[in-house]
């Protein structure tokens, strides 16, 4: 998958996490997002390093994967902003 693909699955990652995770966020929806994006490329890797997540296509196991990278990502962020 593409740069830009991790991109726009990431923008869809950050607004599941963040609806998965409501309350009050330092950065609110923009912070969510770009974590989104990062967990996104950091949920992709730790995904195909271990073998459960697929980072081939855009499809619900990816969509799982970026979004459980994004939720792991904005749970350490609202520890260390707490």
């Given at each position: 998958?593409?740069?830009?693909?991790?991109?726009?699955?990431?923008?869809?990652?950050?607004?599941?996490?963040?609806?998965?995770?409501?309350?009050?966020?330092?950065?609110?929806?923009?912070?969510?997002?770009?974590?989104?994006?990062?967990?996104?490329?950091?949920?992709?890797?730790?995904?195909s390093?271990?073998?459960?997540?697929?980072?081939?296509?855009?499809?619900?196991?990816?969509?799982?994967?970026?979004?459980?990278?994004?939720?792991?990502?904005?749970?350490?962020?609202n520890?260390?902003i707490?």
């Amino acid at each position: 998958m593409g740069f830009l693909s991790w991109v726009v699955l990431g923008l869809i990652a950050g607004a599941l996490a963040k609806w998965l995770m409501p309350g009050k966020d330092g950065g609110g929806w923009i912070m969510t997002i770009i974590l989104g994006i990062a967990g996104a490329f950091v949920g992709g890797w730790l995904g195909s390093l271990v073998g459960l997540g697929s980072t081939a296509g855009f499809n619900l196991g990816t969509i799982v994967t970026a979004t459980v990278g994004a939720l792991v990502l904005l749970l350490v962020y609202n520890k260390l902003i707490r």
